[in-house]
């Protein structure tokens, strides 16, 4: 169970005539057979689909919304339960209307990664995003299958769209930890990515939790245009701020289920099951954020360079260089200073590289910013040796008058106050 157009950036293959189970021919290929599910049995009703069954799901949302008024489109995953979903397997017998058991048997399997959404979230991007993430990936002997709760769980018999079935505390620890600890890796799907619907939805905290309390890897996936509009913002000026502002406001203590009884049951499962509580997994969560921004910083900056000079595989850019300080200030900002240290290195390199030099009014910052990291980390002395070079520069480059001197001030003021020298801060910091 997952926390409750236009045609994908991604090529759509044609539409695959054997991925559906039929009986009789249909414009999309799919046909309810209520034999489908003696095709795949698992013993807890987990089934899994592969990308291409994916696929074709995102392809018959986009012809059902071409076909009709805006006000009448699938947006949300409730939307697609509702319209299509439910539509679509309301032949099958009762206890077996997922419909995962529409397809045919080569394209259903044990789950391998588990999907992690919000019902309220649109299913377009959602889609968009996983598919993706899967062909990204280097090509498997055997496809792997996706558990995802629209289609891998009863939706007749579940009616999860309407959020009006509870799960107990005991369910949730048993299937739920059985389920994920089963899976290769665990999706979060973040959108929109300046303000994501999981940060604020207990189901998807609870299972990004139980990923990490089973060792299962958690990865952060966008759809294309979303990745596109993000890296957009972390290249520009300011563009961490909301990013940081979205990892400030995790907090699954004041996270909400659409059942109440749910929620009730999931912030006990956390109180009482959980070392740490709710700090732990808010921690949890912010900490896959973090890997997440460091791994498309660094996808960016190593890519091969492009027309417009985006991308290390090349010459170094400014953008870069920019990217590379950003991604290091959210997560030193977001509370995880030792992961910014190598960003902020790799900052320095590009634009030593770019200006020719090492003293140049863009390296000043960044010094300032790996200072502020050391600070942080407990090491006031290399903070203001740092702080003190990135003055240095400044000094020559912009001048005592410009206003980003007096920041490099207060920074180094904030160094000397942790290393006890209070007089030496309040003098920096009057400057």
Request: aromatic letters at 6%; proline letters at 5%.
């Amino acid at each position: 169970m997952g926390c409750r157009g236009s045609r994908p950036a991604v090529e759509s293959p044609s539409h695959d005539n054997d991925v559906f189970c039929q009986d009789t021919a249909s414009s999309t290929g799919l046909h309810a057979n209520t034999t489908a599910a003696q095709h795949y049995s698992h013993p807890e009703g987990h089934i899994g689909l592969d990308v291409d069954s994916l696929r074709e799901l995102l392809v018959l949302i986009e012809d059902y919304n071409r076909d009709r008024a805006e006000s009448e489109w699938i947006v949300t995953t409730t939307d697609a339960a509702n319209k299509l979903v439910k539509v679509k397997t309301a032949g099958l017998p009762d206890g077996e209307a997922a419909w995962a058991n529409l397809l045919a048997p080569k394209h259903v399997g044990v789950p391998d990664v588990f999907i992690s959404h919000t019902w309220r979230g649109k299913i377009v991007p959602l889609l968009q995003a996983v598919i993706a993430e899967a062909e990204a990936r280097p090509p498997t002997a055997q496809p792997e299958m996706y558990y995802f709760d629209i289609a891998s769980v009863d939706q007749q018999k579940t009616d999860q769209a309407a959020g009006n079935a509870a799960i107990s505390t005991e369910v949730l620890h048993e299937m739920f930890t059985r389920l994920i600890a089963g899976c290769n890796r665990l999706l979060v799907v973040v959108t929109p990515y300046d303000s994501p619907i999981v940060a604020s939805r207990l189901w998807c905290l609870f299972e990004v939790c139980t990923a990490s309390r089973t060792n299962t890897p958690t990865v952060v996936v966008l759809s294309p245009a979303e990745k596109a509009a993000l890296q957009t913002r972390m290249e520009g000026k300011g563009g961490e701020d909301v990013i940081i502002e979205v990892m400030l406001a995790v907090s699954s203590a004041a996270a909400r289920a659409t059942v109440p009884e749910d929620e009730r049951n999931l912030r006990e499962f956390i109180q009482t099951r959980v070392d740490g509580g709710f700090e732990a997994v808010d921690e949890i969560f912010k900490g896959a954020l973090r890997k997440w921004i460091a791994a498309t910083a660094e996808a960016i900056i190593e890519r091969p360079s492009t027309d417009n000079g985006v991308g290390g595989g090349g010459e170094p850019t400014l953008k870069d260089g920019a990217l590379a300080n950003t991604a290091g200030r959210i997560l030193d900002a977001s509370g995880d200073p030792a992961a910014s240290l190598a960003l902020y290195e790799t900052a320095l390199r590009i634009l030593k590289a770019v200006h020719g030099a090492a003293d140049n009014a863009d390296a000043a910052v960044v010094y300032s910013n790996l200072g502020n990291a050391y600070t942080a980390l407990g090491a006031p002395a290399k903070a203001v040796e740092l702080h003190t070079k990135a003055l240095a520069i400044q000094r020559k480059t912009i001048g005592e008058e410009h206003p980003s001197i007096a920041i490099t001030y207060s920074n180094l003021g904030a160094a000397y106050r942790a290393l006890g020298d209070l007089s030496k801060a309040v003098e920096l910091y009057t400057k």
